[in-house]
Every structure is written in C-alpha cells, then in structure tokens.
C-alpha cells in the first residue's frame, strides 16, 4: 500500500477508520510519515480519550525519579492525611499507588460514579469516598477512568505543582511539545461537548476545579506529539540525547501482567499501559475512538493515530497490523 493509497483508503472509510484525523510514524528514530484527514493540519488537537493514562504514568515516573514520590509501594493515605475515612471503612488503608497504577484498586460500587465525582467540589476527595470496600484488597483487574483522579491529586501532594504544569516543564517542552492550558467545564453539557465533539481542539488538558488534570482522560494532543511521547519510551527515556524518565521507570511501567478477565481482548497491562504482546514487548496507549501510541522495539518503530469521537472504535490495533505496519517497515 502507497502513502496515496493508505491517505484514499482512510477518506473512503464508511466504518471503523472514518473518524481517523491523523497518523504520525517513527522509524529508527525519524519521523517517515505523516498525514491528516477532515480538514485537520497537523498542529491540530484532538482529546485522546484514556490514552491520557499512559501520559499520566510518565508523570508519576518522572515524580519518582525526582525523588518526590518516595515509592509506587507507598499508601495512598499517606498523601492524604487530612481525608477523613468514613466510618467502618478498613480496606483504604492498605491501597498502594501500584494498585491505582494496574487497575487493580479496589473500589465500592460498579462503574465509574461520574456524576458524583464531577459535581463534587473536590475531585480527588470525592473519588477517595469510593476507594476501598468490604471485600478487601482482591488484586482483581478493576478499569477506573474517573476515580484515578486520585493520581494527580497524589502527584499534586508530592510536588506542589498542578498536573498541566508538572507535564509541561518536565515531559512536554523537553519533547518539544506546545505548552498546554488547562480546561474546565462549567457545566455537564459543556463536559458532554468536550468529549464528543468533532472538531479540532486546542492544547488543553482538561482539568477539575482546582486545576488538576484529569488523569484518566481530558488531555489534548496532535497525532506528532503522541508520537514524540512514543518515541520517547521506545529510547528507554531519552530523547534527542536528553534524558527526561529513567530506563528503569519505562522498563517497570511496561512489564506485562495478566489480566484474568478475557473481556478485554486478551491484552495485558503494565501501569496505565496496555501490552499487546509479551514476547515482542509491543505496548501501546489506548483511547476510546481509536486513539492510539504503539511502540513496536522489535521494529523501532512508533505509530500514533488521533481521532475524534466515535463511540464504537475501541482500539485499532487490528487496523495498525494490517495496514500501517507493513506500510511503514517499507518505508526508507
């Protein structure tokens, strides 16, 4: 398939890779393509969706590189020690930054208590009421979107800096990255719109009413910034000869572990990462709508594609295998 072909094929889409706005591609270190679809340029944004995590798992690397963060073994309470923990409640005690790392924390209820969390006037709080439980620490795979707002509010804790400010200084302007704002929602509707809607956005990292930055979704990214973060864990933590994380945090980050329930493709998780396969250590930040940062070592090669909403596209690694994988590894 030739660049026109591949550029044709994703215009003429009437399925999954009709809502595909941007593909960036990294090859031994060099940007060998780039392309962009419904009239985005290439500096445009779109909201990556829970891609987000995994850029939120560099953060928290960086924090303990810096020596901010003491240990992912470390209590959650710990950075909380004016949170008052409700009555007969035990199980909190003993929830690790690991386990909010592996989506293996547990928490009361099903799903994610979106409303109560984002009407609250404390995101972080509000999401801590939820964590723990009667049945203990089960170490069962537990996905959470809103409730790991508990991250930044632990980041925030540890080095008194706000989530966007903390990524700009430290990840996004060493990488090159356009300073991002943050963005607050001043209504339910006017959240709604932000995750739905279907033109281009601004550097933004969506963010509660203190300003921290919503670690499970909300962050604002071009197709070429994801995939300078994705280049970035491919050099083990260097980037332009600079390092900005350490080897040993990128190594840790993406060590596969299984996940016992099979409902999510048969995938494995590292902290905040997926891992599509073990053996070739092939990770990827994944988003809802098909937003993605593959890293492929065995082929040094990264691919990010961006996308605006479509509810229906969970992940294209389908698509990255069959199409832009053969194309890139042709390319010189």
């Not at 044709?8 to 270190?29: D, H, L, T, V, W």
């Not at 840790?252 to 905040?272: F, H, K, S, V």
């Not at 691919?303 to 990255?320: C, E, G, H, L, Q």
Request: proline letters at 3%.
């Amino acid at each position: 398939m030739t660049k026109d072909e591949l550029h044709r094929y994703i215009e003429e889409s009437k399925g999954n890779e009709s809502n595909i706005c941007q593909i960036c591609a990294y090859k031994e270190g060099k940007m060998v393509y780039s392309d962009t679809w419904h009239d985005y340029k290439k500096n445009d944004c779109v909201h990556i969706m829970s891609a987000t995590k995994s850029i939120m798992s560099l953060l928290i690397g960086i924090a303990l590189d810096k020596g901010k963060i003491g240990s992912i073994d470390d209590k959650v309470l710990d950075y909380f020690p004016d949170y008052k923990v409700k009555r007969g409640e035990k199980t909190i005690y003993d929830v690790t930054i690991k386990h909010l790392l592996t989506m293996r924390a547990p928490y009361k209820g099903k799903g994610d208590p979106w409303s109560k969390v984002c009407s609250s006037d404390n995101w972080t709080y509000a999401s801590l009421d939820f964590l723990g439980g009667r049945n203990g620490l089960t170490d069962e795979f537990n996905y959470k979107t809103v409730c790991l707002h508990i991250l930044t509010g632990i980041l925030y804790k540890a080095t008194n800096i706000k989530t966007v400010d903390y990524a700009n200084k430290y990840l996004f302007e060493p990488l090159g990255i356009k300073t991002h704002t943050n963005y607050y929602a001043e209504t339910a509707e006017e959240h709604k719109q932000f995750t739905i809607e279907k033109t281009p956005k601004e550097n933004v990292w969506f963010s509660d009413t203190d300003g921290l930055g919503t670690p499970g979704y909300g962050l604002c990214m071009s197709a070429e910034d994801m995939a300078k973060i994705g280049q970035l864990c491919l050099n083990k933590g260097v980037y332009n000869g600079k390092r900005i994380i350490s080897a040993s945090w990128i190594e840790e980050m993406t060590c596969p572990r299984a996940i016992e329930n099979q409902n999510w493709q048969d995938m494995e998780y590292g902290y905040l990462w997926w891992i599509l396969n073990r053996e070739k250590n092939i990770y990827a930040a994944l988003g809802n709508s098909g937003n993605v940062i593959y890293i492929n070592p065995e082929k040094n090669i990264v691919f990010a594609v961006a996308s605006y909403f479509k509810p229906t596209v969970m992940d294209r690694a389908d698509f990255i295998r069959k199409y832009i994988e053969p194309f890139v590894c042709e390319l010189t």
